[in-house]
């Protein structure tokens, strides 16, 4: 089964539901699916809390077929915009969703650097016959 690593903000309640919504969505298309919010942030060692978060995010992106990024906002969440760079660094594909209407006019849809890394799905529904398709 392929994994997808699911980068996206974590930082409030809507966007942890939405991340489970996603998750769950990409699940029942077939692949297996590492959510940081929940597979990497349940961290009890509060002194050493930030450096496991960190080395199991970047292994599980490692282990990882795929990446799936959330891009919404007015601009990309910055540990996302990371962890894009960092997969695309290694040669993964990564997906980025983004289904903000909102654009950063005659620059584009996103940040250049971020659009230019990703292959953009303008919908959860793109997105899953995209990744239908691999």
């Known amino acids: ?3 997808v690593y699911l980068a996206a903000p974590l930082f409030t309640e809507a966007e942890c539901d939405f991340n489970r919504k996603l998750r769950d969505e990409i699940k029942q298309i077939g692949f297996a699916v590492f959510l940081p919010q929940e597979d990497s942030n349940n961290i009890k060692d509060e002194k050493n809390r930030q450096e496991i978060i ?3 995010n970047v292994s599980a992106i490692g282990k990882s077929d795929i990446i799936v990024a959330v891009i919404d906002g007015a601009d990309a969440d910055s540990g996302t915009s990371w962890e ?3 997969a695309f660094s290694r040669g993964k594909p990564v997906f980025g969703l983004r289904t903000d209407f909102r654009t950063l006019g005659i620059e584009g849809t ?3 650097m971020i659009e230019r890394s990703v292959i953009l799905c303008g919908s959860i529904s793109e997105l899953l016959y995209r990744l239908k398709t691999l």
Do not use: A, P, S
Request: proline share 0%; aromatic share 16%; charged share 15%.
């Open 110 to 112: 996103v940040n250049l």
């Open 54 to 56: 960190f080395n199991k």
């Open 84 to 86: 894009i760079g960092y």
């Open 1 to 3: 089964m392929r994994t």
